[in-house]
């Protein structure tokens, strides 16, 4: 696990200096390395400092990243780390296998609290050990769906892309599938008793409308939320339309939209996102009410200019 650390801190070196050759180095490094997947599961340290079970050939896309990299969603993870601050609470709507959870609960300390939701009862099982093995207490865990009203649905695996790609919307025929029960984050806060909710990150794989729908409660407040949404004009399993989640966004509940400059993946600033033709297509957005902004727009950490 050192050795492999170390491997992670020096590519992330180059990619981030970008030194002279930094490329040709890169592909030394993974020919030297990474000539071949291990087979099965293995615990690795991330660079941010926190360890994970990962096994990067079953899984194609976080797992195999973490791998190779030691991170995942760099850029956003870089804008968590100047947004979210001790005593947050947090909420993380498709936790996979806890790489947001457990950042975000080590950024919010044991005043805080992150509430996560994995329905997927196999990624589930991975997320409860990764919270385990990093001794984090402060997590709510959820094997649930959240969505627009209570009930039972099926989730369907989609390991062609990668575990996380799971989804309450079907992407293909005879897909494998659970019975999974469907919550409101509205009625999980109030059982709960949680009235402030500092930030909301929902990457449910197309049924991220729905997941909104079930948050009126805490989306209509002035205080309301930062919410880091997936959305995607790529994707056939997103059942709803770029235009209808930007004007739920932004006439709805008076969010202002921002997105990455460069993408999710890379250290980059916020830009706005004044038309729906200006989203992003296949990336995350962020959404401030009008607190949020005169809280952190003077943040050239966060925002571009």
């Known amino acids: 696990m050192h050795k492999l650390h170390l491997i992670h801190k020096v590519k992330s070196f180059f990619i981030d200096k970008r030194p002279k050759g930094f490329g040709r180095v890169l592909k030394l490094i993974d020919a030297l390395f990474f000539k071949a ?10 660079l941010d400092g926190f360890q994970l079970f990962i096994n990067p050939k079953y899984d194609k896309g976080i797992e195999r990243k973490l791998y ?29 296998i806890g790489l947001i959870s457990i950042f975000s609960a080590f950024k919010v300390g044991d005043e805080g ?35 627009s009203a209570s009930g039972i649905a099926k989730i369907y695996s989609n390991l062609q892309i990668n575990r996380g790609a799971a989804s309450l919307v079907l992407f293909e025929k005879n897909s494998p599938s659970f019975d999974v029960d469907v919550v409101t984050l509205d009625s999980i806060l109030t059982e709960r008793n949680i009235h402030k909710v500092n930030l909301l990150k929902i990457d449910v794989e197309g049924f991220e409308m729905e997941v909104l729908k079930g948050s009126h409660s805490i989306l209509s407040k002035s205080n309301g939320p930062i919410l880091v949404v997936e959305c995607s004009t790529t994707r056939s399993n997103f059942n709803y339309s770029m235009d209808d989640l930007f004007d739920f966004l932004t006439h709805q509940y008076s969010y202002h939209v921002f997105k990455f400059s460069i993408s999710k993946e890379k250290t980059s600033k916020l830009i706005p996102v004044e038309r729906v033709k200006d989203l ?21 950490s966060i925002f571009e200019g």
């Open 37 to 46: 997947l291990p087979e099965g599961e293995l615990l690795i340290k991330t």
């Open 68 to 96: 190779l990299t030691g991170v995942y969603e760099k850029g956003l993870l870089r804008v968590l780390d100047n947004i979210l601050s001790p005593g947050d609470v947090m909420v993380d709507a498709g936790a996979n």
């Open 280 to 300: 992003p297509e296949h990336d995350n957005i962020l959404a401030f009410k009008d607190l949020h902004l005169l809280t952190f727009s003077k943040n050239t």
């Open 113 to 147: 609290l992150v509430v996560a939701f994995e329905p997927h009862p196999e990624t589930f099982s991975i997320l409860q050990k990764n919270i385990l093995i990093n001794g984090l207490t402060k997590i709510l865990l959820f094997n649930k769906a959240l969505g």
